[in-house]
C-alpha cells in the first residue's frame, strides 16, 4: 500500500522546472547639455556610477553608441526649504517622459535610489500608450 502510494506520488509530481531566464542588461546613456550647471554634471556622474553597478540591470553605453534607455538631466532648481528638484526626462525609443525628483541631501544616495527604480520605470514607459501629438 505503502509503494502504491509513493508510485502514485511520483507520477503525479511535476517535472523539475527551469529557472526563469533573466533579462539582458539594458543599455543605457545619462545626458546633461553642455553648459549646464555644476549640479546637473554631479547627477550626471553620480547616476552614471549608480548605473555601472548594477550591471545585472544595466549596461552604461560608450560615447557615440545607441542605447535604449536615455536619462535626461534638464535641469535643477531650489525646492521648498532645504530641498532641490532634479528636473528629468526617460526617452525610450519614440516615448519621451518628463519627471522632477525632489530630494534633500546626498545627490549620490538619491541617484541610487532613482537607478534602483529605473528598470520598473523603464519597463512602465515600454507598455505606456504613445503621448498625443502637440
Given amino acids: 500500500m505503502i509503494l502504491a502510494t509513493l ?7 511535476a517535472p523539475a522546472q527551469a529557472p526563469a531566464a533573466k533579462a539582458a542588461p539594458m543599455s543605457v546613456a545619462v545626458d546633461v547639455a553642455a553648459g549646464s550647471s555644476a549640479g546637473a554634471h554631479a547627477w550626471e556622474k553620480e547616476l552614471r556610477a549608480a548605473l555601472e553597478a548594477r550591471k545585472d540591470e544595466f549596461r552604461v553605453v560608450k560615447p557615440g553608441e545607441k542605447s535604449e534607455l536615455v536619462v535626461r538631466v534638464v535641469a535643477l532648481t531650489k525646492g521648498q526649504g ?12 519614440s516615448q ?4 522632477n525628483l525632489t530630494y534633500g541631501g546626498e545627490i ?27
Fill in 108 to 134: 549620490r544616495v538619491q541617484a541610487e535610489t532613482l537607478a534602483r527604480n529605473l528598470r520598473n520605470l523603464a519597463e512602465q514607459l515600454k507598455t505606456a500608450p504613445p503621448a498625443p501629438k502637440k
Fill in 7 to 13: 508510485a502514485f506520488v511520483l507520477a503525479g509530481a
Fill in 82 to 93: 532645504e530641498s532641490s528638484v532634479m528636473k528629468g526626462a526617460l526617452v525610450l525609443g
Fill in 96 to 99: 519621451e517622459k518628463a519627471f
